[in-house]
């Protein structure tokens, strides 16, 4: 069986000024893929790209080669840290309840117009597509300790919240105020209680993908995941509580795994929850572990 991971962590971002910069992501990169290795995943089968390595073209470059090189049998890992967004749906393109995409900044993201260009952030429609062609038989993990929908309309209020507790929310609102404007127009015409079925969570229950994958978020898709510190050291929440939790418990099943951070995070006075997607049988067996 091979194993091998991929870890995304963006702190800097190339156009974007230094008060939306983070400081945890390359450490949540770097962390995992350290703690990876008693898993068996080697410093050859891990790729690590941190900020200007991680460029869009460069994420999905090495995202398509995990995918397209796993075979049944295989454990494949992806874990992105980063800043989360969203895009307004392009004309013609698949059905979005809100006729919004979530995206993911890389860190050539920048502007185009009122809101941010599709060409430097990796869009949900881009991931779904691409995991979908992950092998049955592949054991294949996601850790997003980033915001993934914008749902619970993720700006001003939240953000200048957390910015009191000495923590940075990550997820970018549209460029300009025009572009909020047109982004909350569009949220307000979202039919009521009908979910975006593109949406990355909808991966672990989609017949159309074989593979079926587990997925650990940092946050609900309407909270905003926390960048942090701890002991004087900037992480993800989500990612920093998830690690402690698998070096405290290395027997825990997922689930298990799922109530230490959540028990963290309602310590640290956070207001996001983590959130475990997968089949069912899959979370009453350890991180690793297939089912």
Not at 164 to 182: I, N, V, Y
């Amino acid at each position: 069986m091979a194993r091998r991971a991929l870890c995304v962590g963006i702190n800097e971002f190339e156009s974007l000024p230094q008060t939306s910069w983070l400081a945890g992501c390359v450490n949540d990169a770097n962390d995992i893929a350290k703690a990876l290795r008693p898993l068996g995943f080697t410093g050859s089968s891990t790729t690590v790209l941190t900020d200007s390595a991680a460029t869009k073209s460069a994420v999905m470059a090495a995202l398509t080669k995990l995918v397209d090189t796993a075979k049944a049998g295989d454990h494949i890992i992806f874990t992105l840290s980063s800043h989360g967004t969203q895009v307004p749906n392009e004309p013609g393109g698949d059905f979005e309840p809100d006729d919004l995409d979530e995206a993911f900044a890389c860190h050539d993201i920048r502007q185009k117009g009122d809101q941010w260009d599709r060409d430097t952030v990796i869009v949900d429609d881009e991931m779904h597509d691409l995991l979908a062609r992950v092998p049955s038989g592949v054991l294949f993990e996601v850790l997003l300790d980033t915001c993934h929908s914008g749902t619970g309309l993720k700006d001003l209020e939240e953000i200048m919240q957390a910015q009191l507790l000495g923590r940075k929310p990550r997820f970018l609102p549209p460029p300009t105020p025009k572009g909020l404007e047109q982004t909350r127009a569009l949220r307000t015409r979202a039919p009521a209680g009908r979910p975006d079925r593109r949406a990355l969570v909808e991966l672990t229950k989609s017949r159309s993908t074989a593979s079926k994958p587990v997925l650990f978020a940092a946050c609900k898709s309407g909270q905003t995941a926390s960048d942090a510190t701890f002991g004087g050291r900037s992480n993800g929440a989500f990612t920093y509580l998830f690690l402690k939790a698998l070096q405290d418990q290395p027997a825990a099943t997922r689930s298990d795994l799922l109530r230490a951070v959540t028990a963290g995070l309602k310590d640290g006075n956070f207001s996001q929850r983590s959130t475990l997607e997968g089949p069912v049988k899959c979370k009453k067996v350890g991180f690793g572990q297939p089912w």
